[in-house]
């Protein structure tokens, strides 16, 4: 299936594999089941989410897809704000016929399903914050305002190498130059300006989320990286504190991009979240 219209309402039922597009949104499907939608990290794409995919198919029907302005789908003229994520993940559902659905957010995908949760908790069953931010210290706010003013600098692909030492277990970089290489290349094949409007995201996170009131109601499963330096250990369980009912896990030995580097692990937790 080609970049086209969403699929008809009668196939997604049955759905084993198909990918297209819907105002914009490039996405994938894989799998039957209760539908369950993934969010992906700044600067990836929904490849990021080919081990969970190949997990979560046999439960779930997977839907996947691109941010504005990564990968495949649309970059909208303008700056980018928290709420045309919220809204473009909104407007998918609807094109492909779900009301609710469980939802899944990684990194800045973290941020865009909390604050999806908080305008349209009537449209979730569950609700996973993977890896995210939630309220950084002073310091950590300086950090990444460093970063942003680097890559608005010098462009985005200064801040790569240093990426994948805080994505990336030195042992894990040593040993799998190949997918260090793919997700290098990801990266360089961001387009500046949609990265940039994407990643300043982060350096007013606090501020985005104001916006958003109300109260998580759905069960929600808030999980760390262990060695996670940016989205800490600590974060999550300030969040999993802050939301009530919320499970907690920190992954022993994960940095960023855990769910990558080791799958294994990760799957499971989600699995015994999503289908509990």
Not at 12 to 35: C, F, I, K, M, Q
Not at 102 to 120: C, D, E, K, P, Y
Request: net charge negative.
């Amino acid at each position: 299936m080609g970049r086209g219209k969403a699929m008809p309402a009668e196939n997604r039922d049955h759905v084993s594999h198909a990918e297209g597009a819907a105002n914009e949104t490039h996405y994938r499907l894989e799998g039957a089941g209760p539908p369950l939608a993934l969010i992906h990290g700044v600067g990836l794409d929904l490849t990021m989410w080919d081990a969970q995919a190949e997990a979560l198919a046999p439960h779930f029907q997977v839907i996947r897809y691109d941010l504005l302005g990564h990968g495949e789908s649309g970059d909208p003229p303008g700056e980018r704000s928290l709420g045309d994520f919220v809204g473009q993940l909104a407007a998918l559902l609807d094109a492909l016929g779900h009301d609710r659905v469980a939802l899944a957010g990684f990194s800045i995908g973290a941020l865009i399903a909390r604050a999806f949760a908080l305008a349209h908790g009537d449209r979730l069953t569950k609700l996973a914050l993977l890896y995210g931010v939630y309220k950084r210290s002073p310091e950590q706010d300086a950090a990444i305002l460093a970063r942003i003013a680097q890559a608005e600098r010098e462009g985005p692909r200064a801040l790569i190498e240093a990426a994948m030492e805080r994505w990336f277990s030195p042992a894990f970089r040593a040993a799998n130059p190949p997918v260090i290489a793919q997700i290098r290349r990801r990266l360089e094949s961001n387009r500046p300006g949609a990265f940039l409007k994407a990643y300043r995201i982060f350096g007013r996170s606090e501020a985005e989320m104001a916006a958003y009131t109300g109260a998580i109601d759905c069960p929600c499963l808030v999980a760390a990286g262990e060695k996670d330096p940016g989205s800490t250990p600590e974060m999550a369980r300030a969040l999993a504190a802050d939301v009530p009912g919320a499970r907690l896990a920190v992954l022993p030995g994960h940095r960023h991009l855990g769910p990558l580097e080791d799958p294994a692990p990760f799957n499971a937790l989600l699995l015994d979240f999503l289908a509990g």
